[in-house]
């Protein structure tokens, strides 16, 4: 590669640390993972799967009832597809009522939709908060979702076999459908959880025990830190050492406190990408940090954001209001997630910078 060729790439990776588009959409991407993760999407298929060496125990010779085509059963079949992968049997949602979530989604169908249509609490049913399905709403679940399943299997007739792969792909195309509904109302939340997931990860060593939304608290050390990032949205404090302690709430998002509970660091992070709401993000950010600084004067502050406009840098220029990190640039670069990090290791006493 020409030393020209790799000015380009470098000069290239520098433009996305600052664009604002860059970051909103980094910020979609660990979501539409997290919340794969958290709705169970990413192990449905596999608690599926699991019912195939007992496939001969359910019997679908009661398939019509079901709600099941019969020539759309016979191409299931015939395209070598285990039935028990295409269509609900009611057996199989009695005993594990939370893989309805998995033919809804087969079925390409939003929990919304399918709610008008049949009875029962979906969301607690597919996060399995409910053991048992009255028989009514199980009738009512296994024939919506089947003859929607046979639907799909039929517009296949004439055009091409189904795939087992096109079960796969039906699956999660409703699972982003119904993840990108949740992000449209999430996006600043999102960039809340990145600062959160970098911050644990640089603090990980200082951590000695965390505090969850619930009132518990963890009881191993050290703390493991898959544990905590797999419930990031779930901490509410970070006990360090020394007394100090890393409070995740509003206003601000962030706020490092010594053992007085006196806040030393404070972070707002504004994710927005609108231009226009630019100044009045600048303001909300300034009135924390002012409520903050009520308690301590020589409070230092740090402002994470997605859109940084020519007004608003001049603001922040003029009155050195704080330290300002692009979140595009803290996604991208290493080495700014590690200097930011570092700022709140040095207020910890005796605290290792890491560089």
Same mark, same amino acid.
């Given at each position: 590669?020409?030393?020209?060729?790799t000015?380009?790439w470098?000069a290239f990776a520098?433009?996305?640390?600052g664009?604002?588009?860059?970051?909103?959409?980094?910020?979609r991407?660990r979501?539409?993972?997290r919340?794969?993760?958290?709705?169970?999407f990413?192990q449905i298929?596999?608690?599926?799967?699991?019912?195939?060496? +007992?496939k001969?125990?359910?019997k679908w010779?009661?398939?019509?009832?079901?709600?099941?085509?019969?020539?759309?059963?016979?191409a299931?079949?015939?395209?070598?597809?285990?039935p028990i992968?295409?269509?609900?049997?009611?057996r199989v949602i009695?005993?594990?009522p939370?893989?309805?979530?998995?033919?809804?989604c087969?079925?390409?169908?939003?929990?919304k939709?399918?709610?008008?249509?049949?009875s029962?609490?979906?969301a607690?049913?597919?996060?399995?908060?409910v053991?048992i399905?009255?028989?009514?709403?199980t009738?009512?679940?296994i024939?919506?979702?089947?003859?929607l399943?046979?639907?799909?299997?039929?517009?296949?007739?004439?055009?091409?076999? +189904?795939?087992k792969q096109d079960?796969?792909a039906f699956?999660?195309?409703?699972?982003?459908?119904?993840?990108?509904?949740s992000?449209?109302n999430?996006?600043g939340?999102?960039?809340?959880?990145?600062?959160?997931?970098?911050?644990v990860?640089?603090?990980?060593?200082?951590?000695?025990q965390?505090?969850?939304?619930?009132d518990?608290?963890t009881?191993?050390?050290p703390?493991?830190?898959?544990l905590?990032l797999?419930?990031?949205e779930?901490?509410?404090?970070?006990r360090?050492?020394?007394g100090?302690?890393?409070?995740?709430?509003?206003?601000?998002?962030v706020?490092l406190r010594?053992?007085?509970n006196?806040?030393v660091?404070s972070?707002?992070?504004?994710?927005?990408?609108?231009?226009a709401?630019a100044?009045?993000?600048l303001g909300?950010?300034?009135?924390?940090?002012d409520?903050?600084?009520?308690l301590?004067p020589? +409070?230092?502050t740090?402002?994470?954001v997605?859109c940084l406009?020519d007004?608003v840098k001049?603001r922040?220029q003029q009155?050195?209001?704080?330290?300002?990190y +692009?979140?595009?640039?803290?996604?991208?670069d290493r080495?700014t997630q590690?200097?930011f990090a570092?700022?709140f290791?040095?207020?910890?006493?005796?605290?290792?910078?890491?560089?």
């Amino acid at each position: 590669m020409s030393g020209k060729t790799t000015d380009g790439w470098i000069a290239f990776a520098e433009q996305l640390a600052g664009s604002p588009e860059f970051a909103h959409y980094s910020l979609r991407s660990r979501f539409f993972v997290r919340r794969l993760r958290e709705l169970g999407f990413l192990q449905i298929s596999s608690e599926v799967q699991k019912l195939l060496p +007992l496939k001969d125990s359910f019997k679908w010779c009661k398939r019509e009832a079901f709600g099941i085509d019969e020539d759309a059963y016979q191409a299931i079949v015939s395209n070598d597809i285990e039935p028990i992968l295409c269509f609900a049997h009611p057996r199989v949602i009695a005993e594990q009522p939370s893989l309805v979530l998995y033919y809804r989604c087969l079925a390409m169908i939003s929990q919304k939709g399918l709610g008008r249509i049949a009875s029962g609490n979906l969301a607690h049913i597919e996060q399995g908060q409910v053991p048992i399905i009255d028989e009514n709403t199980t009738i009512e679940l296994i024939t919506t979702i089947n003859k929607l399943l046979s639907n799909i299997v039929s517009s296949f007739f004439g055009i091409r076999d +189904l795939t087992k792969q096109d079960l796969q792909a039906f699956l999660f195309a409703q699972a982003g459908t119904q993840i990108q509904g949740s992000w449209n109302n999430d996006v600043g939340m999102q960039g809340e959880i990145t600062i959160r997931e970098m911050l644990v990860r640089h603090l990980h060593p200082h951590i000695l025990q965390v505090v969850w939304r619930d009132d518990t608290s963890t009881n191993e050390t050290p703390v493991p830190l898959d544990l905590v990032l797999s419930h990031i949205e779930d901490i509410r404090v970070l006990r360090l050492e020394k007394g100090y302690h890393c409070i995740f709430a509003s206003e601000p998002d962030v706020s490092l406190r010594n053992a007085d509970n006196v806040p030393v660091l404070s972070v707002e992070v504004k994710a927005g990408q609108d231009p226009a709401g630019a100044l009045e993000r600048l303001g909300a950010a300034m009135k924390s940090f002012d409520h903050e600084k009520g308690l301590n004067p020589r +409070l230092k502050t740090i402002y994470v954001v997605s859109c940084l406009t020519d007004e608003v840098k001049r603001r922040i220029q003029q009155d050195n209001l704080f330290h300002t990190y +692009l979140l595009s640039q803290l996604i991208a670069d290493r080495d700014t997630q590690r200097r930011f990090a570092n700022r709140f290791v040095a207020e910890i006493p005796h605290g290792n910078s890491g560089d």
